[in-house]
Every structure is written in structure tokens, then in C-alpha cells.
């Protein structure tokens, strides 16, 4: 990732991090999900832990102590417990342009992490990585949707304005090398076009030819750089009566001498 995106990521979690929950439910759902092995070593995470600790647990709600019953916490501790969650085993990286949000945790946690997320209506995928569990997103749109329900706020509007920002770059670029690619066919098109009428013009085979076929040519002499489409409204024909002529300068430039084209249709 660029600088840039390292601190807009570090905005995030630290912005997650200074969330303080009104509900006592929601904080012993938060303390719940940062529940680690080891003392958090990011400073902001390690202030949170304390201050959340602070607090009593509720009765009837998870604590670090003991498992969570996902399923059966209202919506505002579900996601108070997956912003904790998040903070103490998530990353959410912006390489390349692609927002990837991931959990790393202990092997058995995964399938019921992944499973919990789709009753949020979070649905994400889980797999096995060097004895881990990671528990994925790989859709800008499905981590937007997260970050927003846990509670991200200035800083999901700065990730989701650079999103913007990438795809219409990524659109435009694509736009561009469309136009281009078109161009260079129409060129070399017009190049073998001309080439065409100046071999037919010189064995005399050119005036030879139908009225049209003769006034494209003429046409096509004057106003080498013109697409196919300008080209039709300059001469006032239609564009499938150009393109036929001009098929066919093509045609009898590459036959022998003396061969006679197919009468236009």
C-alpha cells in the first residue's frame, strides 16, 4: 500500500477505536470480540481494551470469559462485538486499488465467525492459511457496507471517495485505449485504402470504375483522416455504401489485372 493508504487505514481503526459505546451491552459485546491470547500491541487497541475494562459487564451479555451467543444478541451488540472483533484480529488492506478486509483467527473460529457474519447479512468466505482461519472480503462494496454498520464514519467517506476516484481513472483509462485501438484500425484501414486507389489509378482501372466507387475514392484522397462515418456524410451516402466501394478498391487492387469486380450490390 502507499503512505497515503496506510494512514487513511491507520484514520480508520483508530477512528473504530475512539467509538464509546452508550449501551453497557455494547461494551461488554466490544470487550468480547477484542479478546485476545496476548496484550494488543497497537497502543490504540491496548487504550481501548482499558478503557473498555473499565466497565462492569452487563448481566445476561458476553464477557472475555466466557462464549458469545451471537445469535442471540440484539443488532447493536452484534456489532459492537464485530468491531471489536475487527480491531484486535482484522486488516484491511487498499494495494493496487482493491480493497481486501480479512480476519485472522485460530482455525476452528473461522467457520463460526464466517457463519455469525452471514447472520448479520455480512456474508463472507472462509478458508485455511498456514494453520489459520481467515475470514474474507474481497468486494469493496461488502467492506464498505461492514465498516459502515460497525460505526466508520469521515474515514469510510475518504476509502469510499477514493474508490470512486480509482474507478472512473480505471473507466476513463479504458475509454482511451478503446478510442485508440480504433484509431490506429482506422488508419492503417485508410492507409491500405489509399494505397489501393493510387494502384488503380495508375494501370487505369480506377476510371473504370461505377460513378460511386469513383467518388468515394475521390473523397477518400481528399480527406485521408476522415472515419469511416464522416466520410459517408461528407460524399451524402450511406455508411454501408462507402464501406462497400471501398471493399472493393481493396479487392481489385490485389487482383491481377484485367480481373472484373462484382458489380456493387
Not at 86 to 111: I, K, M, N, Q, Y
Not at 142 to 165: K, M, P, Y
Request: hydrophobic share 45%; aromatic share 4%; net charge positive.
Amino acid at each position: 500500500m502507499t503512505a497515503a493508504d496506510r494512514d487513511l487505514v491507520s484514520a480508520l481503526r483508530a477512528e473504530l477505536a475512539a467509538i464509546d459505546p452508550s449501551r453497557a451491552c455494547d461494551r461488554v459485546a466490544e470487550r468480547a470480540g477484542l479478546a485476545m491470547a496476548a496484550a494488543p500491541r497497537d497502543p490504540v487497541i491496548a487504550r481501548l481494551a482499558v478503557r473498555l475494562g473499565r466497565r462492569g459487564p452487563a448481566s445476561g451479555h458476553p464477557d472475555t470469559d466466557r462464549s458469545v451467543d451471537f445469535p442471540g444478541l440484539p443488532e447493536h451488540c452484534r456489532m459492537a462485538y464485530l468491531r471489536g472483533r475487527f480491531l484486535a484480529r482484522g486488516s484491511l488492506s487498499l494495494a493496487g486499488g482493491r480493497t481486501h478486509l480479512e480476519f485472522v483467527v485460530p482455525p476452528d473460529e473461522a467457520p463460526v465467525l464466517a457463519g455469525w457474519l452471514s447472520i448479520a447479512g455480512l456474508a463472507a468466505s472462509w478458508r485455511l492459511r498456514r494453520g489459520r482461519g481467515v475470514v474474507t472480503w474481497k468486494s469493496g462494496e461488502a467492506v464498505g457496507l461492514f465498516l459502515r454498520r460497525i460505526g466508520a464514519g469521515a474515514a469510510l467517506l475518504e476509502l469510499e471517495a477514493r474508490q470512486v476516484s480509482r474507478a472512473l481513472r480505471g473507466e476513463l483509462n479504458r475509454v482511451l485505449n478503446a478510442e485508440s485501438a480504433n484509431l490506429l484500425r482506422s488508419v492503417a484501414a485508410a492507409g491500405r485504402q489509399l494505397a489501393a486507389i493510387e494502384a488503380l489509378d495508375a494501370d487505369g482501372r480506377l476510371g473504370a470504375q461505377p460513378y460511386v466507387v469513383r467518388v468515394v475514392a475521390e473523397g477518400r484522397r481528399e480527406t485521408p483522416e476522415a472515419t469511416l462515418t464522416e466520410l459517408a456524410e461528407r460524399l451524402g451516402l450511406h455508411r454501408s455504401a462507402v464501406q462497400r466501394a471501398l471493399d472493393r478498391l481493396e479487392r481489385l487492387a490485389l487482383a491481377e489485372p484485367g480481373v472484373v469486380a462484382a458489380p456493387l450490390a
